[in-house]
Each structure stands twice: as structure tokens, then as C-alpha cells.
């Protein structure tokens, strides 16, 4: 877990990716998958769907197979009125390999992958 200072004390909590909005691995060394957040782009008043097709234990493309798969099914964000997404797992799933996430959908969005290193 990340420390941050605060005035009275520390305060421990996830790290998180820097915001992608194309496939990528986003951490490539062994961590705990604790969630994703979804920022979908917008169109008027709706924002648009986004379809995660996977998110995987794997520190490279080649990986993206069935077997490494974190979440079994494809994650469909519908297009509707809400500006931002979870997924979280507590306690954070255990990642061998790294991360990756495979996406596609319509127009802009963003997506921040919420994990901790592991303990050397």
C-alpha cells in the first residue's frame, strides 16, 4: 500500500495507473488487483458505452488467454447518466504477473487500474 503524509500521521492506501483509454498492460510486475474505474467519454447529456473485455494476470499482450483472466465475464458499461464506474475486490486479488487490460467502445474514456505492489 501507498503511504501518504498527512498533517496528523500517514495515511496507507491503493496506488492507481495513470488514467489509458486504449488496451495496455498496465502494471507489468507481480501485485494484488484491488478494482478498476471507468470514466466513460459523452455524448449530450448520456455518457457512452464502454466494454472491458478483459483484465488479466498477464504482463504481456500474448497473455490475454481465458486461463489468466481476473474477472470471468466481459465488463458492459451501458451508455446512461453516471460519470464514473467502480469494480473493487477486498481483500485485493493476487497477481503473479502484472495486469493488463484489453477494452473497446465508443467515443472517449478513461480507465485507472487500483492495485498495491506486493511485499518483497
Sequence with gaps: MAKIQTRNGSLTGHKVTVPRSSSSVVVNNPCLFAGIMVRPGKSGASYLPVTILGIYNSADAAGNVD????????????????????????????????????????GTFYYQVIYDDTEA
Excluded at 69 to 87: A, D, F, H, M
Design 67 to 106: 486461463a489468466n483472466r481476473l474477472v470471468p465475464r466481459n465488463l458492459e458499461i451501458t451508455s446512461g447518466t453516471q460519470p464514473l464506474y467502480t469494480l473493487s475486490f477486498d481483500p485485493p486479488l493476487v497477481c503473479s504477473d502484472g495486469i493488463s487490460v484489453q477494452i473497446s467502445g465508443g
